[in-house]
């Protein structure tokens, strides 16, 4: 069983900064690439940030210049650090993952989600 577990969430002052991390733990045979989304109250979840297996990074346009994804493959895990925070990026942050298991010679796999952490942007 794989699982994703965010942390970092939080209340944040306008203009300030956070670090979101997310961990993923159970039988892991690689992970290709790890995005975050988000959703406000009211609105549809959408892309913050991805990264991909080859490196390649970036950030969508709600957020672009104020974020920065990273990821650490020995742990397994990904970063996502925000700046000069707005009050409407207030919302559950999610990571997001697609994960390759390997029950036995096969390898499978996984669009993987976590349970998400609030990010709260009020002065």
């Known amino acids: 069983q794989v699982q994703l577990v965010e942390s970092g969430g939080g209340l944040v002052h306008p203009g300030g900064s956070l670090k979101l991390s997310c961990a993923a733990s159970?039988?892991?045979?690689?992970?290709?690439?790890w995005n975050w989304y988000r959703q406000a109250s009211g609105k549809e979840r959408e892309l913050v940030a991805t990264i991909t297996g080859g490196g390649y990074r970036s950030c969508a346009d709600p957020v672009k210049g104020r974020c920065s994804i990273s990821r650490d493959n020995a742990m397994n895990t990904v970063s996502l650090e925000m700046y000069s925070l707005k009050p409407e990026d207030t919302a559950v942050y999610y990571c997001?993952?697609?994960?390759?298991?390997?029950?036995?010679?096969?390898?499978?796999?996984?669009?993987?989600w976590g349970k998400g952490t609030l990010v709260t942007v009020s002065s």
């Open positions: 159970g039988s892991i045979f690689a992970i290709s690439g």
């Open positions: 997001n993952a697609n994960i390759a298991t390997r029950p036995g010679d096969i390898i499978h796999e996984m669009d993987v």
